[in-house]
């Protein structure tokens, strides 16, 4: 057997897990998003944009121990699916929050009293998530820093994300010649570029079933071409793969901008 054969094989029996798994990995799809508030002298609000994570029940086991939850009409902000609290003197580098949450990590976003912000993505270690405040503090948002950390989450997910390698793998076996390599490689991170930036602008909603489901459909549909070039048949994905490839990098470029935004990155 041919090793185009062998991977569509493959591409088959992971199709399934992808249409579950959401095309990428729990380490993406896995992640909540959440506001800290500075509102006033040594008083915090905690705040959980995701609907889908579970409210924290006591927030006294998440702060600090020299800090302590305010009831509800304590403040005139109203804190969104979250809680505020009181500190005995200002959260400094050394002081974690325990988000109760068994999820691969979350997106914080520290706002200042005094104008300042800073974000940062914080690993989950399966019980807890634990934000180090040394992280949000003043100059460790930094454009570098920040940069360093995505890149790094980046990398993960391209490397994790076994389908999408596989995908783009048997777009390769299926060209022939240099010149259709370029263009086949070109079409599909033109198109990748065109619908990711127009979801993170805003200009195409994401509705993450149908992308997923589309995404998991054309590895499928890629996964029967190379068996079929493998028997000798010819369509249009050997004719012209840089048009298949410029078609199904719009779809994967869809499910890349769900994946940013399910890490804050909108």
Not at 101 to 117: I, N, P, Y
Not at 133 to 144: C, D, I, N, Q, Y
Request: with cysteine.
């Amino acid at each position: 057997m041919g090793i185009g054969f062998c991977l569509a094989c493959v591409f088959l029996i992971r199709a399934p897990d992808t249409a579950r798994a959401v095309t990428h990995d729990v380490d993406i799809t896995s992640v909540a998003r959440v506001f800290l508030d500075q509102v006033d002298v040594n008083r915090y609000t905690l705040s959980i944009v995701d609907a889908q994570v579970p409210p924290i029940l006591d927030p006294g086991q998440v702060i600090p121990s020299q800090c302590s939850p305010l009831p509800d009409d304590a403040l005139e902000t109203w804190v969104i699916r979250g809680f505020a609290f009181e500190c005995d003197r200002d959260l400094t580098f050394d002081d974690i929050l325990l988000l109760p949450w068994s999820l691969a990590g979350v997106v914080v976003l520290a706002r200042w009293s005094d104008g300042t912000e800073a974000s940062a993505y914080f690993r989950g270690n399966g019980a807890v998530v634990p934000v180090r405040l040394g992280e949000l503090l003043a100059g460790a948002g930094s454009a570098r820093r920040l940069a360093s950390r995505y890149f790094a989450l980046g990398g993960e997910h391209i490397l994790g994300g076994v389908d999408h390698l596989l995908f783009v793998l048997g777009l390769l076996l299926l060209v022939h010649g240099f010149w259709s390599l370029v263009k086949t490689v070109t079409a599909f991170t033109v198109a990748h570029s065109i619908t990711l930036g127009a979801a993170v602008l805003g200009f195409i909603p994401v509705q993450s079933g149908p992308v997923e489901a589309a995404i998991a459909l054309s590895i499928v549909l890629l996964a029967r071409e190379i068996i079929m070039g493998h028997r000798g048949r010819s369509h249009l994905v050997h004719r012209r793969p840089w048009l298949v490839a410029f078609i199904f990098g719009l779809l994967h470029g869809l499910g890349f901008a769900g994946a940013l935004g399910e890490i804050g990155l909108r």
